[in-house]
């Protein structure tokens, strides 16, 4: 049985992906080459990320960082959210995903609108923009001093405070 692709296709990855990650093929549409980076952030392909990004001087990537991502993320998966234009006849376009990601025990979730350009026929991540989320307190704020809400009796900072 064939591996399922990373990206969310639902198609094997060696049909879906991986032809543009090995350079056998180049991502028809923006689209498919930000499911393809997705693929080789899990892939830990760092040369196809560092590749496909639109930037004269690829020296201006810190690929140290990049590959650590990468290899210290367990991917859970690509959600694609809205896609404008970047399609085979267009020259630019705009996706806007998800991936959600673990690391170091907590998940996350990366949310960004990230920008694609075509140039001589073929498709490059320029840029994005990351939209962070605003996390509300649906209950009080327990402090250090504070009676664990467990109901131990004990000071919060005796008691569960490193279980939250």
């Known amino acids: 049985m ?9 198609r094997s990855y060696s049909e879906c992906c991986e032809p543009y990650i090995t350079g056998m093929a180049k991502p028809p549409t923006a689209e ?7 693929s080789a952030y899990t892939e830990h392909a760092i040369d196809y990320i560092v590749n496909t990004c639109y930037l004269p001087d690829k020296k201006d990537i810190d690929r140290k960082s990049t590959s650590e991502w990468s290899e210290q993320s367990t991917w859970l998966g690509l959600k694609i959210i809205a896609v ?8 630019e376009g ?18 960004e ?11 490059f991540y320029e840029d994005g923009n990351v939209i962070t989320r605003t996390v ?4 009080p704020k327990v402090g250090r001093n504070d009676v664990c809400p467990c109901g131990s009796g004990k000071k919060f900072k005796h008691c569960c405070i490193n279980k939250f």
């Open 2 to 10: 064939s591996k399922k692709c990373p990206c969310g296709t639902g």
């Open 32 to 38: 498919s080459l930000m499911r393809s980076r997705y």
């Open 84 to 91: 404008e234009k970047g399609g085979i006849t267009d020259t």
């Open 94 to 111: 705009t996706v806007e995903f998800e991936a959600a990601y673990e690391r170091n025990g907590l998940k996350d979730v990366h949310h």
């Open 113 to 123: 609108k990230a920008h694609f350009i075509k140039d001589d026929d073929e498709w």
């Open 136 to 139: 509300v307190r649906t209950s």
